[in-house]
């Protein structure tokens, strides 16, 4: 049986896949007074799901496309080489100044396409983060 494993792995090709996987926001909920502004910390994660690690560290680029523009967030940040099989790893970012509303935050992993992948369709995401006014506080319930 090992010696069969072993013939099937032999045969596989190496590949790497990179690809925005999530965003998360501290503070989690974005709650500000009307007319102030909130600058979150936003956490991104990039994920391989090659079957081989990234030969590179991987760029990741931001940009805020509310309303139907395109602002440089910063400038391009670097995730660590990512392990395959759907390994990930982050890196975080300051987003300055969000007031109340919708806001589109659109990422690229591997924008300069310096990592040869099996699928390079997959590399933009555009996430949605909601700033808030009010919030309700609902009592939780567990069994």
Same mark, same amino acid.
């Given at each position: ?9 032999? $045969?596989? !090709? $190496?590949? $790497? @896949? ?10 989690? /909920? ?10 979150? !910390?936003? #956490? ?12 590179? $560290? ?5 940009? @805020? ?6 602002? !440089?967030? #910063? ?12 390994? #990930? ?20 992993v591997d924008p @300069? ?21 009010y919030g309700v506080y609902l009592?939780? /319930? #567990?069994?």
């Open positions: 049986a090992g010696a069969h494993y072993l013939s099937i792995m032999a $045969s596989l !090709t $190496s590949f $790497s @896949d990179v690809r925005p996987y999530r965003i998360h926001t501290e503070p989690g /909920a974005l709650l500000i007074i009307p007319g102030e502004t909130i600058s979150p !910390t936003v #956490q991104v994660a990039a994920v391989n799901g090659g079957n081989t690690v990234t030969p590179i $560290s991987t760029s990741v680029r931001l940009w @805020d496309v509310t309303g139907g523009g395109q602002t !440089t967030l #910063q400038p391009d940040g670097t995730v660590p080489f990512i392990a395959g099989c759907g390994a #990930q790893q982050s890196m975080s970012f300051t987003w300055p100044n969000l007031s109340a509303g919708l806001h589109l935050l659109r990422i690229e @300069d396409n310096q990592i040869v992948e099996s699928n390079e369709a997959n590399n933009v995401m555009t996430a949605t983060v909601l700033v808030g006014t009592p939780l /319930a #567990q069994h």
